[in-house]
């Protein structure tokens, strides 16, 4: 920041005294000159130093990772190369050269690095991809170069057989050659690193494997996912049930909870959750602990540390009865729906402000789903428009509070299309522009608003009773809802 200003400055001074008719071509070609060699000297002091570069002496194991069991077999498998390296060589198997992560942010993409370093006893060094991309040419190659080069040197100085380089945000440096057209640097660090995997030199060395991480496996260069370079593909994805359970597990050890917490239901109600989601529910756990000056981590912690990572904190919005009124209308329609079309799906129903929502419904999923049919996707439509109907049923209007529910369901749409469940069949999507599917989505829509007002009017005693009882208790358990629907029915 302060260079920035410097040279706005200096710029400002010769603007000056060239107007005063000083003949400063000379002086500034000096000083250009001297911060483009000044510039160079701190870019090759950075690439010697290696900053930039973290060096981890890690203390993570494959036990201390939960619900990634499938990319942990995986990965130990491909590990194995490195360990048993002489039987290896006796069935001619060549040594891999990379390991591509590939998952959701927060899946623990990372933490299997570090434990693989542990495992293979290797040397470990990571960086970012931001890190090797520089305005300057051939600062982003060199850069590749010195950390091979640092790589072979902390193998020599730990006296390790092998050594591991971890690159997290691989999209950065491993994009598609050619996207970035402006800048040719980014292609010639690419090439670089292509280059440092094939092992073109004569003398390597000690054996380097280079594991990457990525969200974005699409947008990687074909060349780098090729055999010979990242060999295999280990697919981190986000844990099922029995995976979150044993990662709550992990998160737990070093908390006091209190006897009746069921892990178990807070890995059955965290479906679609990170590990780093799961890991902050814990922590937001002890934090409400500590706030209530409580010894242990009850199970309402737990399930208020949920809501919160879900849905953000509780806000001090405080809405005009009137507002309130409709907001419990709004949350009452979809509840009442949702235990319509999938009964026992709703875990909790409020009119409390929290993040940006000013009521909500929280789902209660019966088991993880991975496929859904279509009559799945209607009934999660219907939900999702069954507010801002419920407004107009007893009210007469719908607001402004139903345009998330509309953004669902829109999106729920166009799934059901991609899928092939609209009145269009197996089509090629992308090709159709706005007029021909707009039609088709109005259809469908108007149908399911259709089918769902029916079930709105039909049960609008019900919905008036939670209503008045939500307008009151403001929030609701699952088993309340379901126990006050058969009262008031």
């Known amino acids: ?182 800048h040719h640097e980014y292609d010639q660090t690419l090439n670089q690193l292509l280059i440092e995997m094939d092992g073109l030199k004569a003398d390597q060395g000690a054996h380097i494997l280079v594991m990457a991480a990525t969200n974005r496996p699409e947008a990687l260069d074909p060349a780098i996912l090729r055999p010979g370079r990242f060999d295999r593909q280990v697919k981190v994805d986000l844990p099922d049930k029995e995976g979150r359970l044993a990662i709550l597990k992990i998160h737990t050890k070093n908390k006091p909870l209190a006897e009746n917490v069921r892990l178990e239901e807070i890995a059955h109600e965290t479906f679609g959750f990170s590990g780093a989601h799961l890991e902050s529910v814990t922590n937001e756990a002890a934090i409400l602990a500590l706030r209530e000056e409580a010894n242990e981590i009850s ?100 607001s402004t509070g139903a345009a998330g529910d509309y953004e669902q369901a829109l999106n729920l749409v166009e799934t059901m299309l991609l899928a092939g469940m609209s009145p269009l069949g197996v089509t090629d999507v992308s090709r159709l522009n706005a007029e021909q599917r707009e039609p088709v989505t109005k259809e469908i829509l108007a149908e399911l608003e259709e089918r769902t007002m029916k079930i709105i009017k039909e049960n609008r005693q019900s919905l008036l009773g939670i209503t008045q009882i939500l307008e009151v208790e403001e929030t609701l358990s699952g088993e309340m809802l379901r126990s006050h629907l058969k009262t008031v029915a």
């Open 299 to 398: 199970e309402h912690h737990l399930h208020e540390a949920v809501e919160k990572v879900m849905l953000g904190e509780k806000l001090d919005r405080k809405p005009t009865k009137e507002e309130l009124r409709r907001i419990a209308i709004h949350e009452s329609g979809h509840a009442m729906l949702a235990e319509t079309v999938r009964p026992n799906s709703v875990s909790q129903v409020s009119i409390r402000s929290r993040g940006n929502a000013l009521g909500y419904v929280r789902h209660y999923p019966k088991d993880d789903l991975y496929l859904y049919t279509q009559a799945m996707l209607e009934e999660q439509i219907m939900v999702a428009l069954a507010g801002a109907l419920a407004e107009e049923q007893i009210l007469g209007t719908r």
């Open 1 to 182: 920041m302060k260079i920035d200003i410097l040279i706005g400055v200096g710029i400002g001074v010769f603007a000056f005294l060239a107007v005063l008719g000083y003949n400063v071509f000379p002086v500034g070609l000096l000083l250009v000159t001297a911060f483009l060699v000044w510039k160079f000297v701190i870019s090759r002091q950075i690439l010697k130093t290696g900053n930039g570069v973290a060096i981890s002496t890690t203390g993570v194991e494959f036990e201390d990772i939960g619900g990634q069991s499938v990319a942990k077999k995986e990965l130990q498998e491909a590990l194995d190369f490195l360990i048993y390296s002489d039987r290896m060589k006796a069935l001619g198997i060549r040594p891999l050269k990379g390991i591509l992560l590939s998952g959701p942010t927060g899946t623990g993409k990372t933490l299997l690095a570090k434990a693989a370093a542990r495992y293979t006893n290797s040397a470990f060094l990571s960086v970012s991809g931001s890190e090797f991309v520089e305005m300057y040419a051939g600062v982003g190659a060199e850069r590749v170069r010195g950390l091979f080069r640092r790589a072979r040197e902390m193998v020599r100085k730990e006296k390790k057989t092998s050594a591991i380089i971890f690159i997290d945000e691989m999209d950065i440096l491993g994009a598609k050659r050619g996207s970035n057209v402006s």
